[in-house]
């Protein structure tokens, strides 16, 4: 079955320190795969995704994340966090049964970020 | 665009209450996903429906859960008879028809609280 395991539960980090979330899949193929946002008494947002194709998705707000199949992880990355980053980060996989639209989500990392 | 819209926001109800969340999908989208978000159980997909039919119900969790989609603008997720346990926060997404794993979006959801 598939899963999806985010490490980390809260990351802090300072306002223009680099920043990187851990996420990494078990799933037989390739997978499709997804990083969104959570603000606080928000829905979800999609930072970007991946299916195929080059291995680093640039996605929106200066997030990026690159595939590794042979470390099975889709890590996101920002170079430079904002105040307003501060946000719960979902990654998630897409389930080959429905076609990919059944989303398997990880537990999340809440990121504070620090003035 | 309004988005994804649901309501109510908030619903707080009595132990053994009838609960109807209700969820319009943005216009013109196919697909229509409703989740439920606890701090135990993280992000969870109930079901799924694409072109107003039930395509997986795995995730509902017992015969108190119901959903249905009566037509592509309105879909409901009712609890009959609802418990503490229920409490959590619903959401729901929705997909355009482009193509597999295809970006979800999801409403502000509808926190509920059984008592």
């Not at chain 2, 994804?4 to 619903?11: G, K, L, M, N």
């Not at chain 2, 135990?40 to 989609?69: H, T």
């Not at chain 2, 346990?85 to 502000?108: K, L």
Request: charged share 20%; with cysteine; hydrophobic share 35%.
């Amino acid at each position: 079955a598939q899963s999806v395991t985010q490490p980390d539960i809260h990351i802090t980090v300072s306002e223009g320190a680099s920043l990187e979330l851990r996420c990494n899949y078990s799933y037989g193929a390739t997978p499709y795969l997804f990083w969104y946002v959570q603000s606080p008494g928000q829905g979800l947002q999609l930072l970007l995704k991946y299916f195929s194709g080059d291995t680093l998705v640039q996605g929106i707000k200066g997030f990026e994340a690159e595939f590794k199949r042979s470390q099975s992880s889709f890590n996101l990355r920002k170079p430079s966090v904002h105040w307003s980053d501060a946000a719960e980060y979902f990654c998630a996989v897409g389930a080959p049964s429905g076609g990919y639209n059944k989303l398997i989500f990880g537990a999340g990392t809440r990121l504070a970020v620090h003035p | 665009d309004a988005g994804v819209i649901q309501s109510p926001r908030h619903e707080v109800t009595e132990m053994g209450q009838e609960v109807t969340l209700r969820c319009k999908p943005i216009s013109g989208h196919d697909y229509l996903f409703w989740y439920r978000q606890t701090m135990m159980r993280g992000l969870e997909l109930l079901i799924y429906f694409n072109n107003n039919v039930p395509i997986d119900d795995s995730g509902m969790p017992e015969d108190r859960f119901s959903a249905k989609m009566p037509n592509a603008s309105f879909s409901t997720l009712k609890i009959q008879p609802s418990e503490p346990r229920d409490s959590a926060v619903y959401f729901c997404a929705s997909s355009p028809r482009r193509g597999e794993g295809d970006t979800q979006y999801f409403g502000p959801g509808t926190r509920l609280t059984v008592l």
